[in-house]
């Protein structure tokens, strides 16, 4: 019985690569099944900056690995040489670094966020949910828990966290020379939305309007900031008024076309307008950025901010890591109780 950890992230794989193979909704459920076919355990995670797998197998290590892109080919169609070069595979001690590194955000793109280690756990909870965990990943992952808190306890990780919602909200104050007197627009209405609106109104965002397929949704979450909701159907017509647009939804398409942009754009008397796409798949097609006066961030290009915070921060990665180092040395008895 070995541990491994596979997967692709931003640091091997840009975002066309990692919106092909992102899964969301019923689908998780469905990769994870396909996945406990073959695996005696596993835990199954997708976000927007890394597709995993947690689990443990039995025999050939190379079998394990080709399997498992194998099935990831056949879910993104991607190939199968595509995702052998952009993907990584840890066995027992490695990949118990691997993960307890992930959930504690020091291999997020910025380093102290919070918001992997509640993804983890939502993950970690479908597989209970669906039996897929047993004897090894159980009290495997219970201590990665333990390893987050005692991390977050004990050093400044987490201290002034900047979320990507807060770095786009950073980034749109620079652009603009502040966000007073500005009108924003989101499109979505789901968590990273909220966050970006809260950053929004703590960066003094004068006006906020929020647009979503579901008209209601959009209303409670304008109503969390005194702003306007707009019907998805007429949102281009609003956009021409608006100074930035961030838009982060599930949408497995673009919900903006280029030839609306440069509609858009004809109606604001040349007055430029930001885009910053938060979504995978993204929301927004790559092409506007040849359109006069627009300017488009994605994910990936939020990096750069990044990187910022963690030459900030690494003084406190170096106390977090030897915590780690602690904890794998306790992991040392649960290898030998298990006989992994």
Known sequence: MRIFAFGLSHHTAGI??????????????????????IFQEVVFVSTCNRTEVYGV?????????????????????????????KSYFFIDHEAVRHLFRVISSLDSMVVGENQITGQIKSAYN??????????????????AFSVVKGIKTNTGISKGAVSVSSIAVDLAENILNGLDNKTAMIIGAGKISKLTLKYLVSHGC??????????????RLAKECSGKAIRFDSFLKEMQQ??????????????????????????????????????VPRDIPEEIREIDGVFLYTIDDLNIVAENNLAKRRAEVLKAEALIDQHMVELDKFFLTNRI
């Open 16 to 37: 066309e690569i990692r919106e092909q193979i992102a899964v969301s909704g019923d689908r998780n459920a469905e990769v994870l099944s396909s996945l406990h076919d």
């Open 242 to 279: 608006v100074d930035i647009v961030i838009s982060s939804t599930s949408a497995p398409h673009h919900v903006i076309s280029t030839q609306q942009v440069i509609d858009v754009m004809n109606e604001r008397d040349s007055r430029p307008l930001l885009f910053i796409d938060l979504a």
């Open 126 to 143: 479908m597989a209970v949910k669906h039996h897929t965990t047993g004897k090894i990943l159980h009290p495997l992952f219970s201590h």
């Open 206 to 219: 004068s006006t906020i309007l929020v647009t979503n397929r579901s008209f209601e949704q959009a209303s």
């Open 57 to 85: 197998f039995k025999g050939h290590h190379g079998e394990a690995k080709d399997n498992l892109i194998s099935i990831f080919s056949q879910y993104s169609q991607l190939s199968f040489e595509t995702l052998e070069e």
